[in-house]
């Protein structure tokens, strides 16, 4: 059986949503000027955004025993070789 996999559930996700904007406001602040790296941003927002039924999803449906399932987009990106 299918049991969707809920990431705004875990430890790391709820302390992501609480402190990520705070963490990039005080890079962006000092007095330096320096930023995060948009790799390192993107891939933190794209964490966030992994997974998340509100983000994208595909309904599926099996018209054989009429089972349907939410299942939210994945963050992983696939390597073609």
Known sequence: MYTRRQPEKTALYRVMQQHLLTFEQQWTDQADGRTLPKFVTDE????MDCGILARGFAHLFCDGCGEHHVVAFSCKARAVW
């Not at 933190?44 to 964490?47: A, C, N, R, V, W």
């Open 44 to 47: 933190l927002h794209g964490f």
